[in-house]
Antibody, heavy 120, light 108 residues
Framework: QVQLVESGGGVVQPGRSLRLSCAASGFTFSRFGMHWVRQAPGKGLEWVAVVGDDGSARVYADSVKGRFTVSRDNSKNTVWLQMDSLANEDTAVYYC?????????????WGQGTLVTVSS | EIVMTQSPATLSVSPGERATLSCRASQSVSSDLAWYQQRPGQAPRLLIYGASTRATGIPARFSGSGSGTEFTLTISSLQSEDFAIYYCQQYHNRPPVTFGQGTRLEIK
């Protein structure tokens, strides 16, 4: 069965960095684009970034562009989100999610999420 | 960026009754509209895509309709596990894909 397991969340000071990981299993990882979606406490969903199936295409929300970097390693079935220059408003649960099918940007499987708290 | 607006913010319905949730897009998204369910403490779950296609394993009591800018999610006979928050998402114009602010479906 498809599984996505995020890790790497925690408490970090403003301006510092954090790297999230998402380990995938149960499907042919290299055939799917992978996304990060976040949810601030008590708030709705915000799309953050996508990395294409071969890792060459990377697109970001304006709110994180220039600060976050998404990457993947298909040999390890893992996608990462490197978050730099973190700000209070980046506090959220971060989910990795799989595209339903190639390039359609809707999400049929989600991880359980990892909480990132940015606070001094 | 397309803005998605859901109504009502909170809907109170009794178990066994029908629930109707609405989603409006600020411009046409054709049929590129998905619905997700999020139970407390859980990740979102895909219910509907293409405005009206149920995702794998989703019960038939969930149905979606609409196109262009107006969409509806209907749950025909509410079960206890259906009380949750529901989000619509457009994937027509991207980046970014955008979500509505959610409708909380609560027990009356």
């Amino acid at each position: 069965q498809v599984q996505l397991v995020e890790s790497g969340g925690g408490v970090v000071q403003p301006g510092r960095s954090l790297r999230l990981s998402c380990a995938a299993s149960g499907f042919t990882f290299s055939r799917f684009g992978m996304h990060w979606v976040r949810q601030a406490p008590g708030k709705g969903l915000e799309w953050v970034a996508v990395v294409g199936d071969d890792g060459s295409a990377r697109v970001y929300a304006d709110s994180v562009k220039g600060r976050f970097t998404v990457s993947r390693d298909n040999s390890k079935n893992t996608v990462w989100l490197q978050m730099d220059s973190l700000a209070n408003e980046d506090t959220a649960v971060y989910y990795c999610a799989r595209e339903l099918s190639h390039g359609n940007w809707l999400f049929d499987y989600w991880g359980q999420g990892t909480l990132v708290t940015v606070s001094s | 960026e397309i803005v998605m607006t859901q109504s009502p913010a909170t809907l109170s319905v009794s178990p066994g009754e029908r629930a109707t949730l609405s989603c409006r897009a600020s411009q046409s998204v054709s049929s590129d509209l998905a619905w997700y369910q999020q139970r407390p403490g859980q990740a979102p779950r895909l219910l509907i895509y293409g405005a009206s296609t149920r995702a794998t394993g989703i019960p038939a009591r969930f149905s979606g309709s609409g196109s262009g800018t107006e969409f509806t999610l209907t749950i025909s006979s509410l079960q206890s596990e259906d009380f949750a928050i529901y989000y619509c998402q457009q994937y027509h114009n991207r980046p970014p894909v955008t979500f509505g602010q959610g409708t909380r479906l609560e027990i009356k």
